[in-house]
Structures are given as C-alpha cells and as structure tokens.
C-alpha cells in the first residue's frame, strides 16, 4: 500500500455510513408520513365541523331572530354579516369563513323553499375519517361516503 492510499480507504467508509444514515431517516420519514398526513387530514376535518356548525348557528340566529311572525332564512351568506332588518347594525357572524377542505372553492348552499340559505356544505368530494352520524348540537350530520354530504342545516323550531 502507497502512502497515500490510506485516506482514500477512509474517505470511501465515511461515503458508506453517510448513505447508511440518509437510508435510515429516509425509510423513518417513510414511516411516519402517513401518520402525519393523516393528523393534517384529522385537523381539516375537525375544522370543518367547526365551522359548519358556526355556519348554522348563524342561519338558525337569522332566522328566529326575524321580526314579526313570518320567519326567513339569509337571501345570501353575507346577510349574516351585516342584517339589515333592523335599525342598528346586528350581526350574526363576523367574516365569512373560508372552506377549511377546498379553500379555493365556495360554500354549497342548501336553498330552502323561499330562495333564502337554509345551510351550506363542503364541495370536496374526497371521503370523511368520521363515518359515523355526528351531532353537532344545532345540526345532525348522517352518515355519509363524501364530505359534500354533510349538509349544515340547523334545526329551526
């Protein structure tokens, strides 16, 4: 053996253990993406009822608050920002929530008879973690195969 030879042995062991180690944390980010995916996709589900059901707490407050005896649903969802059936300023949310599943895609509305926002609903398509029927207090969701299923429709009496 030269001389020199003997640092290019050792450089060629540090090169072996350095790919050893990228191998290792690459096999456990492998293991524990999904998990963390899952946790992300737990979170915007969680957020989802939440603000859902924020949603139908406002349209059931629009509507038992209408004067007189002939009740109504919002004309629109920024009717429950600003309510203008009454002579001061009255609101029954502070912003419009975004979708917490497609936030580039608007609330679906559910329309009652009178044209009026008796609800909203995601638009994604994609499949809920929760399959079971969820209440929500105000709302009751069925069982459903999409998250467009989930209608926030309060209970009005």
């Known amino acids: 053996m030269r ?4 640092g ?3 450089r060629g062991f540090t090169y072996v253990w ?4 990228i191998a290792i944390l ?14 992300a996709r737990r979170e915007r589900e969680q957020d989802l009822l939440r603000v859902g ?3 139908a707490d406002a349209i059931a407050n629009y509507y038992r608050s209408s004067p007189g005896s002939l009740k109504r649903y919002p004309p629109s969802l920024d009717a429950l920002l ?3 059936r009454f002579v001061g300023t009255y609101r029954h949310l502070r912003s ?3 979708d917490p599943l ?3 895609r608007p609330w679906g509305i559910v329309r009652a008879s009178d044209g009026g926002v008796r609800g909203v609903y995601s638009q994604s398509a994609d499949e809920p973690m929760r399959r079971e029927a969820l209440d929500l207090g105000a709302v009751i969701l069925p069982p459903a195969r999409r998250y467009s299923e989930w209608q926030f429709v309060p209970r009005v009496d």
């Not at 001389?3 to 003997?6: L, Y």
């Not at 350095?18 to 180690?21: F, I, R």
């Not at 690459?26 to 995916?37: D, F, Q, R």
Request: glycine share 10%.
């Open 3 to 6: 001389p020199g030879d003997a």
């Open 8 to 10: 290019l042995a050792q």
């Open 18 to 21: 350095v790919m050893a180690v």
């Open 26 to 39: 690459g096999i456990g980010l492998a293991a524990i993406g999904p998990t963390w995916a899952d946790a």
């Open 53 to 55: 059901r924020i949603y």
């Open 82 to 84: 600003l309510d203008t």
């Open 96 to 98: 419009l929530y975004a």
């Open 102 to 104: 497609k936030p580039d």
